[in-house]
């Protein structure tokens, strides 16, 4: 693809963490926050990336933070939302970046489970309005699911995917704007069984994350569920649902035990305590263990 203006809004994890994917790619890169520490800082974190992967410094160059969302704008060809998850803040945006805009350019928005529909519904032009969800850290996992609302026009949704794969990421086409696309979908339906199976007392937190770790996640990076299923018959698959199903927790919102986690304060590592208590050693050491991983897969 010929080299494309692309701006980011929002430079938290996600944004500048994009950022840098389109620059690496060759694109000319404004980001825009409407927080001066996390604008300020975009540059220097991306650079530390680059540096940590052993990717092209040089890259940064590409990128412009922009204190105004106008100037972010209004000469891209692209534009993807990383702002928080907040459903009226993304419809606000969204609306005021039509405004600055060509006609003729792309709006995603990488929110990880709200409807694209919901989000684009007040803008005037609904056909070049998409959904883009990437996976943390953006420049190591190579997914990025390409939502497209019964509006979005399949010009929108061709060029999308063919900037995500040109920039080496791994885009998929999403058909129906369902909450939680397809990878959170997937995602949620195991972690509600694994917060059941510790609810119910079956087992305890960690004996899940050992399960999960120590078995199927071992195969799940090069076997899908449908491709497994296949391998071992659809006849036993279809025995083993018969069996295991009406078992498995099928509630229809959160579990009681997880809303009582966060009634507590229970709040995860940033309280020390969630499903389990964490040191900030123990803490680092699993942050430090998902990267090494990543990076290494990422080779
Ligand atoms: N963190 C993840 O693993 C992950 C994965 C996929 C998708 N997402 C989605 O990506 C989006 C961003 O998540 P994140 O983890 O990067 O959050 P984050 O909190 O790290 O970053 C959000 C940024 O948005 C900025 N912001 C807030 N209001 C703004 C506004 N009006 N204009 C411009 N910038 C504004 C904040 O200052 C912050 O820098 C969310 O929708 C999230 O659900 C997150």
Not at 48 to 62: E, H, T, Y
Not at 96 to 113: G, W
Not at 241 to 246: E, K, M
């Amino acid at each position: 693809m010929a080299k494309a203006r692309i701006a980011v809004i929002g430079a938290g994890l996600m944004g500048h963490g994009i950022a840098q994917v389109f620059a690496l790619a060759g694109h000319d890169v404004t980001i825009y926050d409407s927080v001066a520490a996390s604008l300020d800082s975009a540059k220097a974190r991306i650079l530390a990336n680059l540096r940590d992967l052993g990717d092209d410094q040089s890259a940064v160059g590409r990128v412009r933070p922009c204190g105004e969302l106008n100037e972010a704008v209004r000469d891209a060809d692209y534009v993807v939302e990383a702002v928080l998850e907040d459903l009226p803040l993304k419809q606000r945006l969204f609306v005021e970046i039509e405004h600055h805009v060509r006609p003729d350019t792309i709006l995603a928005s990488n929110t990880s489970v709200i409807p694209i529909t919901s989000i684009m519904e007040g803008l005037r032009d609904r056909s070049r309005a998409l959904g883009t969800h990437w996976w943390n850290p953006p420049y190591l996992v190579p997914l990025v699911e390409v939502i497209g609302t019964r509006w979005t026009s399949q010009q929108a949704i061709d060029w999308t995917i063919t900037l995500h794969s040109d920039a080496g990421k791994s885009p998929v086409h999403v058909k129906k704007d369902v909450p939680g696309f397809v990878g959170n979908r997937l995602q949620h339906a195991l972690w509600r069984e694994a917060i059941a199976l510790v609810e119910h007392g079956i087992c305890d937190a960690e004996t899940v994350d050992t399960v999960i770790k120590a078995s199927f996640g071992r195969r799940l990076a090069v076997l899908g569920p449908l491709e497994n299923a296949d391998l071992v018959g659809t006849d036993l698959t279809l025995a083993i649902h018969q069996t295991v199903l009406p078992d498995i927790e099928g509630r229809g919102g959160p579990s009681p035990y997880l809303e009582q986690l966060v009634a507590d304060g229970k709040l995860g590592m940033k309280a020390g305590e969630g499903f389990r208590q964490w040191t900030p050693a123990q803490q680092q050491e699993l942050r430090t263990r998902v990267l090494t991983h990543l990076k290494k897969a990422r080779s």
